[in-house]
């Protein structure tokens, strides 16, 4: 069937389907992850669309690296430093339901240790990108977004950690090496940074979210070539560049971070799509759709009930509040999509576990968007607060 088609025309209605309708559909509540990754689904199952794609595989690469920088370029340590506490806490807490969900998990399937820790990691670690691109469509407030967004971010640096020895401890020596090779390219990027503030920007204007592009595309390539795909040098880089941003004009800062939001936002469908491709009839059957239901049953209540307990412990926040913090940390998505990819790659995991996480992360995505208000109705909300304020000022009676 698709053969018949000419390319040119293929690719534009491919580029439609995954730039508009995923945001048309955003008004019924179905978030752009799972449009795109239905599609690639039917795409590759029922219309044999191939998953090899050179031009597919390309882009959804950059739309993956952008998501990851942008989530590193939007870590802010000072503010983790001034609730350091806390998200320590939080952070500890997440170690240890990572370290028994490993044993549970290598109990009830009999997995060894590193692909039971992997597929811990996909049940239980939010992905920071997609949930800070989604942030402004929750109706979330200020003080929410800082907790969800420093929570998220420090859960995932500690994931990235795991994910790093967990890839690389085969042996000591590929463990050191690899390690030393991160480091190496941590400390050479600011270098990096510097020489393209001082010596490049000036003499190219509006260059800066190409270079930054570049670098986080050959960080990534770098880091896959170690063995622990794109998103850790894509994620090395953001964090990297903050120094660069602060070098910058104001203007120039916020017009590349808001350059990269924008080509994250536009070409991470493409990842999503590129990720449905690989999806075959056999990771989808009764037994799957049954994991899924059991890792949905089990890990977001449990999820949700280590935020609720730790704010209230530490905050004496009521449960209400605490689960608008909860809530939008929930999907996993790209993070357990790239943890199944590497569990069916190099640990030939069973299809019905790669298929039960494929069901759970559409089901932790679908969500927070059901769940949530809609930016719409706290608008109209915060409006009315705004009029019964200066109807009744001063008196704090609000509305007769």
Do not use: C
Not at 249 to 278: C, D, K, Q, W
């Amino acid at each position: 069937m698709l053969e018949q088609i000419p390319g040119e025309v293929a690719y534009l209605g491919l580029l439609f389907g995954l730039f508009v309708v995923p945001r048309f559909l955003q008004r019924y509540r179905i978030p752009t992850a799972v449009t795109a990754l239905s599609f690639g689904a039917v795409a590759g199952m029922g219309l044999g669309f191939p998953e090899s794609d050179p031009t597919v595989s390309v882009v959804s690469t950059l739309g993956i690296v952008a998501l990851f920088l942008f989530a590193g370029l939007d870590v802010n340590v000072v503010e983790l430093r001034r609730e350091r506490k806390i998200i320590i806490e939080h952070v500890v807490l997440r170690v240890v339901a990572l370290l028994l969900s490993m044993v549970a998990l290598s109990l009830i399937f009999d997995l060894e240790r590193r692909p039971s820790a992997l597929v811990a990691l996909a049940l239980l670690t939010p992905s920071t990108g997609f949930i800070l691109d989604s942030l402004s469509r929750w109706g979330v407030s200020k003080a929410e977004q800082f907790w969800i967004r420093s929570k998220a971010i420090a859960t995932e640096l500690v994931a990235l950690a795991v994910l790093f020895i967990v890839l690389q401890s085969t042996s000591p020596a590929r463990l050191g090496l690899s390690f030393l090779a991160i480091v190496a390219m941590v400390a050479v990027l600011p270098v990096v940074f510097r020489w393209l503030a001082r010596a490049v920007i000036p003499h190219a204007p509006n260059s800066e979210f190409g270079f930054l592009l570049m670098v986080a595309a050959a960080a990534a390539i770098m880091t896959r070539q170690l063995g622990v795909y794109y998103l850790v040098g894509a994620f090395a880089v953001g964090m990297a560049a903050q120094e660069f941003r602060r070098k910058l004009s104001i203007a120039a800062s916020e017009r590349m971070f808001g350059a990269v939001e924008a080509f994250a936002t536009l070409f991470v469908p493409v990842y999503f799509f590129h990720a449905g491709l690989g999806l075959q009839r056999e990771d989808l059957g009764l037994y799957a759709l049954g994991l899924g239901v059991a890792f949905t049953l089990f890990a977001i209540p449990f999820r949700l009930a280590l935020v609720v307990m730790h704010r209230r412990y530490r905050l004496g926040e009521a449960t209400r509040e605490s689960l608008r913090v909860g809530v939008p940390m929930l999907p996993t998505t790209v993070f357990t999509l790239v943890l199944a990819e590497i569990l069916r790659e190099r640990f030939q995991i069973d299809p019905a576990i790669f298929g039960g996480l494929i069901v759970y992360t559409f089901v932790n995505t679908v969500i927070p968007a059901v769940v949530m208000r809609s930016p719409a109705v706290t608008e109209f909300h915060d409006d009315i607060l705004v009029v019964e304020h200066e109807l009744a000022p001063g008196d704090g009676q609000g509305l007769a």
